[in-house]
């Protein structure tokens, strides 16, 4: 579904007034999804948005891409460089888990995508957004898609760790035609979708699905694939749904 821009900014602004919060903060990452969410919610409340820029051992050029989105929309910036904090925390944790005893079946030498330490990287990122958000009364508003929500690409502790998720019902190419519409820069939209940085991480390269059959799933259900690509996708969205829901509580709690 291909929703107008202006109706997820008025959405945006009566989240905002619903919360009597005073503006909106989002993360720039130099990709398409926060181009989109910077220029959604400076159009919700003009002049009270801020861009948040976190590099964490990242690649220089998303920094330099993020940088761009806030001069092309004219935003405030706060930037932060992650690297130094997240270096620091993950020789203390791993000096303090040299101390407990037993398996460790998760654990995996670099930072791999599924390494415990990638996993810090993204609630390093939520922990220094929301001390942005709150310092200023403002809301978080999350970058994440529908394609990226039902993977656990962003999980509710990490890249989902926000007040308001505008893309969160939206298809990566409804995004495409979103960033096009409200004229997010055109390197940014063909880099986005060059280099297939949306796909799940390089160790679930044999997910066994494609984009386009991610797509066709989310649009029209198990009947819009094969039925062994709607398996594959479910069995991932099965494993991936702790990412998305509240902590379970015991019954007759």
């Known amino acids: 579904m291909h929703m107008r821009p202006n109706e997820i900014a008025a959405w945006l602004r009566g989240r905002v007034s619903m919360a009597g919060a005073d503006g909106l903060a989002v993360g720039l990452s130099g990709r398409v999804d926060s181009a989109v969410v910077a220029r959604l919610c400076q159009m919700a409340?003009?002049?009270r948005v801020v861009g948040v820029v976190l590099p964490c051992?990242?690649?220089p050029r998303d920094e330099e891409d993020a940088l761009l989105i806030g001069d092309h929309f004219k935003l405030p910036?706060?930037?932060?460089?992650?690297?130094?904090?997240?270096?620091r925390l993950a020789t203390d944790l791993q000096s303090g888990l040299s101390n407990v005893a037993g398996p460790r079946p998760r654990q995996e030498d670099g930072d791999g995508p599924s390494s415990p330490l990638a996993s810090l990287k993204p609630r390093l990122r939520a922990a220094s957004?929301?001390?942005?958000?709150?310092?200023?009364?403002?809301?978080?508003?999350?970058?994440g898609n529908r394609c990226a929500v039902v993977l656990g690409h962003c999980p509710t502790d990490g890249d989902g760790a926000a007040d308001v998720l505008p893309l969160g019902a939206l298809l990566k190419s409804d995004v495409y035609a979103l960033a096009r519409d409200v004229a997010v820069p055109k390197s940014i939209i063909e880099k986005d979708s060059s280099d297939g940085s949306w796909l799940p991480p390089s160790g679930e390269r044999d997910r066994g699905f494609t984009y386009s059959d991610l797509e066709h799933y989310l649009a029209d259900g198990p009947d819009g694939v094969a039925p062994a690509v709607a398996l594959r996708i479910e069995r991932m969205m099965r494993t991936s749904e702790h990412k998305r829901a509240s902590p379970p509580i015991p019954d007759g709690a």
């Not at 932060?80 to 997240?86: M, S, T």
């Not at 009364?137 to 970058?143: D, E, K, P, W």
Request: proline share 6%; no cysteine; charged share 15%.
């Open 129 to 143: 957004l929301s001390f942005v958000a709150s310092s200023l009364n403002y809301l978080v508003a999350g970058t």
């Open 45 to 47: 409340v003009p002049d």
């Open 77 to 87: 910036l706060v930037r932060a460089d992650l690297g130094p904090v997240f270096q």
């Open 57 to 59: 051992e990242s690649d």
